[in-house]
């Protein structure tokens, strides 16, 4: 079992900054693929940004340029550094660990970006 705890949302301007943190209760270098999903209202969950144990790392078209993925191992955390937030990045973003064998999700955490 691995818990995931998200936090870091809340309300921006266009044009401006969020960090979000998911803590997770293991070693995220040991997780297959962590990411950071999102889903707004009416809409179905999309992936933003993920990276693998191997190092790579994928973004949504959306956010490239944007948002940057990262993870610290020492607190087993990772972040998802979103700038020049857009009214349509407004969504629940869900935090996501990904085994072979099946996926494990954050609570999630609102973002609100008003225009």
């Known amino acids: 079992q691995v818990q995931l705890v998200e936090s870091g949302g809340g309300l921006a301007q266009a044009g401006g900054s969020l960090r979000l943190s998911c803590v997770a209760s293991m070693n995220i270098f040991r997780i297959n693929v962590m990411g950071w999903y999102r889903q707004a209202p009416g809409k179905q969950r999309e992936l933003v940004a993920r990276f693998t144990a191997g190092g790579s790392t994928n973004y949504a078209n959306s956010v490239r340029d944007r948002f940057t993925i990262s993870g610290d191992n020492a607190k087993n955390t990772v972040y998802l550094q979103m700038n020049g937030l857009k009214s349509e990045d407004t969504a629940v973003y869900y935090c996501?660990?990904?085994?072979?064998?099946?996926?494990?999700w954050g609570q999630g955490t609102q973002v609100t970006v008003s225009s």
């Open positions: 996501n660990a990904n085994f072979p064998w099946r996926d494990y």
